[in-house]
């Protein structure tokens, strides 16, 4: 049958068993496993990147696996918020105004980033304006403003069909 939007719905034993798994646990030993992982997917991500080669060679390594973790970490972090909306079956107190405003600043750091980046003449006009510095914009930047324009339209998407008019935006 269906359900009036406000309504969770009840969950199948297979979710309660993987609610109750490590995988929910907010546990050190899980923490540290979390750490662990992040910090070897950031290094695998570093590895297989070419680091910026305007930086001081022992500089240009560190820097590119310390920002290789940071976009690691940030991009892990859109999704715990998705599943639990699915496992839930229900957005019911997460703010859309919230959502909304992070779709506008995550779409800006996106074309901003991609800019940076991609166009030559915002780089030459930077550089420009800064005593021939170049900006300091990565790939990994680029990449994680995309994954979070995509992961908060996931979770926009997830609120406007689990939950409807019951978690509309506010007027104001």
């Known amino acids: 049958g269906s359900r009036a939007p406000s309504e969770a719905r009840e969950l199948p ?3 309660l068993r993987l609610q109750a798994s490590p995988f929910f646990r907010t546990e050190a ?9 992040v910090c070897v997917i950031g290094g695998l991500l570093a590895a297989a990147v070419p680091p910026d080669d305007d930086l001081p ?15 690691t970490a940030w991009t892990i972090s859109f ?3 998705v599943v639990l909306n699915f496992l839930r079956g229900t957005t019911r107190g997460l703010s ?7 779709l506008l600043g995550f779409s800006c750091l996106s074309v901003y980033s ?4 991609f ?5 030459r006009a930077y550089r420009n304006r800064h005593g021939g510095d170049d900006n300091l914009v990565a790939l990994n930047d680029v990449i994680f403003a995309l994954l979070a324009v995509f992961a908060t339209v996931i979770t926009l998407l997830q609120i406007t069909f689990m939950d409807g008019r019951a978690q509309a935006p506010s007027a104001a």
């Open 114 to 117: 991609y800019a940076f980046y």
């Open 96 to 102: 859309p105004d919230f959502q909304l405003l992070n």
């Open 29 to 37: 030993r899980t923490l540290t496993t979390t750490l662990v992982a």
């Open 79 to 81: 999704w715990p918020q």
């Open 119 to 123: 166009v030559g003449s915002v780089q």
């Open 13 to 15: 034993p297979w979710v």
């Open 57 to 71: 060679r022992p500089w240009r390594y560190g820097s590119s696996l310390v920002g290789w973790i940071y976009f």
